[in-house]
């Protein structure tokens, strides 16, 4: 099956620090999505992006398909961007997402 | 709107002793609904999935159980815990292929 990398797996940020956030699968997908949990566990939608750029605010997300990563841009961070970021693609051709294992980040103010 | 709700939020269970975890969608009809686990490590496990009433897919050989009894409602279930049952549950249902939503989980400890 499809395997999820991110990195890097621990991130510790200044506030107005702008970060990165890496993800590697290891095949190709037409589902691509990120995830921020909260400190309490809250797992929040942020992109769906099998493709090509969106941004939200302050956060952005590129993946580039055909070398199989996915960028996630975190701009001006905030202590409320602490938390732990997710990547998750399909299962084969199912709807069902394998999680890489995440980067967690920690925004000091 | 869609919400989903899981219950209870925290739970202390021994050893040996039954499980019962409760996740409802509101706001759909017919979702996809699925159970993960997320043990200290930060990393989802899914355990099972399902497409409707009385029809579950387990992803995980392991001492839980899964079934959907009614259209919204999705009921984790173990006859006896172990120790390494303990983590932090979740339920998720997706209203089309581009995203999943999760609950608010909960957190299990067996000991």
């Known amino acids: 099956g499809i395997q999820v990398e991110q990195s890097p797996p621990d991130l510790i940020l200044q506030e107005g620090a702008n970060s990165t956030l890496r993800c590697n699968f290891s095949?190709?997908?037409?589902?691509l999505q990120w995830f921020h949990q909260n400190p309490w566990g809250q797992l929040i939608n942020l992109f769906y992006?099998?493709?090509g750029t969106k941004q939200n605010g302050r956060l952005s997300a590129t993946t580039v398909a055909t070398e199989r990563y996915s960028l996630l841009y975190i701009s001006s961070s905030q202590t409320t961007d602490s938390g732990v970021y997710f990547c998750?693609?399909?299962?084969?051709?199912?709807?069902?997402?394998?999680f890489g294992k995440g980067t967690k980040l920690t925004v000091n103010p | 709107s869609q919400t989903i709700h899981q219950w209870p939020a925290t739970l202390v269970q021994p050893v040996g002793s039954p499980l019962s975890l409760e996740c409802t969608v509101e706001?759909?009809?017919?979702?996809?609904l699925y159970w993960y686990r997320q043990a200290a490590g930060r990393g989802l496990q899914l355990l099972f999935y399902?497409?409707?009433?009385?029809?579950i897919s387990s992803e995980v050989p392991q001492n839980l159980s899964a079934s959907r009894p009614q259209d919204r409602q999705f009921i984790l279930s173990s006859k006896k815990l172990l120790l390494s049952d303990s983590g932090f549950y979740l339920c998720?249902?997706?209203?089309?292929?581009?995203?999943?939503?999760f609950g608010p989980g909960t957190r299990l400890l067996v000991l």
């Open positions: 998720a249902w997706n209203p089309s292929w581009e995203t999943q939503y």
């Open positions: 095949d190709s997908v037409n589902n």
């Open positions: 992006i099998p493709s």
């Open positions: 998750a693609a399909p299962q084969g051709g199912s709807e069902k997402l394998v």
């Open positions: 706001g759909t009809s017919n979702p996809n």
């Open positions: 399902s497409v409707g009433i009385g029809q």
